[in-house]
């Protein structure tokens, strides 16, 4: 059996797609954030940066942490057909050089920007704000170019860099970001992945 330690939120949502998408028998076990149970002893021995999500495989005894990283091991180790990630050559490492770029600016800098935005009027930052906000319109422009020249998908064919990305853009639009609104391209993109039945079963899976 397959456990996935996670919650409610982008990251946890990004690796339950992946395993809707391949069909796997799986359970969630929920980390309870608000009561800091990610900074708990137990979780830290698989968890060493206290974030999740966290996937432990019976199957394998492997023990996953980061979400680039677990769905690159559910490709390897279960997607024989390549549906979430190509088994070699460019596709698939256009693929991974899309979940790179999701992990390394989308997230961080959309991440910083919401608490930016949710924080109390003496904890705001006008200076960070602008500069997470102008960061965020660059990076959704990024996103707008690997969509050029009519690709249905960010790496060419669906994989795990359309999965990476999806939960993160589609919080930004439902939030009404602008960046977002503005581009067409990556509106009518975040449609086509919802259209994806494993994608609604994903993002529902730990409400």
């Given at each position: 059996m397959i456990t996935l330690f996670g919650a409610a939120t982008t990251n946890a949502r990004k690796v339950a797609i992946g395993l809707?998408?391949?069909?796997?028998?799986w359970v969630p076990r929920h980390v309870?954030?608000?009561?800091?149970?990610?900074?708990d002893a137990w979780f830290l021995d698989i968890a060493p940066n206290n974030k999740i999500p966290v996937l432990h495989d019976d199957a394998t005894g492997m023990t996953v942490w980061e979400s680039g990283a677990i769905l690159t091991y559910l490709a390897d180790q279960y997607d024989a057909k390549g549906i979430i990630l190509a088994k070699s050559g460019a596709a698939r490492y256009a693929a991974i050089q899309g979940a790179f770029f999701q992990a390394a600016h989308i997230g961080p800098n959309l991440g910083r920007l919401n608490e930016q935005l949710t924080a109390s009027d003496a904890a705001r930052n006008p200076q960070m704000m602008a500069l997470f906000f102008g960061e965020c319109v660059r990076l959704t422009s990024v996103v707008e170019r690997m969509l050029g020249n009519g690709r249905?998908?960010?790496?060419g064919d669906y994989s795990i860099a359309d999965i990476m990305h999806y939960p993160w853009l589609?919080?930004?639009l439902d939030h009404g970001f602008p960046a977002l609104l503005d581009k067409p391209i990556v509106t009518d993109w975040l449609a086509r992945i919802w259209e994806r039945p494993a994608v609604g079963v994903g993002m529902l899976s730990f409400d």
């Open positions: 809707a998408e391949l069909g796997l028998d309870r954030l608000d009561q800091k149970e990610q900074h249905p998908f960010l790496a589609k919080a930004g």
